[in-house]
Nanobody
Framework: QVQLVESGGGLVQAGGSLRLSCAASGRTFNLPTMGWFRQPPGKEREFVAGISWSGSMTFYADSVKGRFTISRDNAQSTVYLQMNSLKPEDTAVYYC????????????????WGQGTQVTVSS
């Protein structure tokens, strides 16, 4: 089994920054690809960013490209999401997730999920 625990969410003003962390424990070798998703209020969960095992490949939703950066530290079994230039529309519950293969954007390809952390951006 794999456990994922997110942290770092909070309230920030528009234009500000936050850094989310996702600590993995358990059989982390089953998670070569890690991703971040978010679910805005009243909307469906959406892909934000993903990263390969080595960190050499990253991919982003168009809405966050150039503002968010995903990274990972395999020695610490931790994945990060640096969020800059935050906008009110970035307000959501953010989830990290693990996928056993590929570089997927669809949530169905991820089989391990954290409990989520709330990010609120005020205008």
């Amino acid at each position: 089994q794999v456990q994922l625990v997110e942290s770092g969410g909070g309230l920030v003003q528009a234009g500000g920054s936050l850094r989310l962390s996702c600590a993995a424990s358990g059989r982390t070798f089953n998670l070569p690809t890690m991703g971040w998703f978010r679910q805005p209020p009243g909307k469906e969960r959406e892909f934000v960013a993903g990263i390969s095992w080595s960190g050499s490949m990253t991919f982003y939703a168009d809405s966050v490209k150039g503002r968010f950066t995903i990274s990972r530290d395999n020695a610490q079994s931790t994945v990060y999401l640096q969020m800059n230039s935050l906008k009110p529309e970035d307000t959501a519950v953010y989830y990290c997730a693990g996928s056993p293969a590929g570089l997927p954007r669809r949530s169905s390809a991820y089989n391990y999920w954290g409990q989520g952390t709330q990010v609120t951006v005020s205008s």
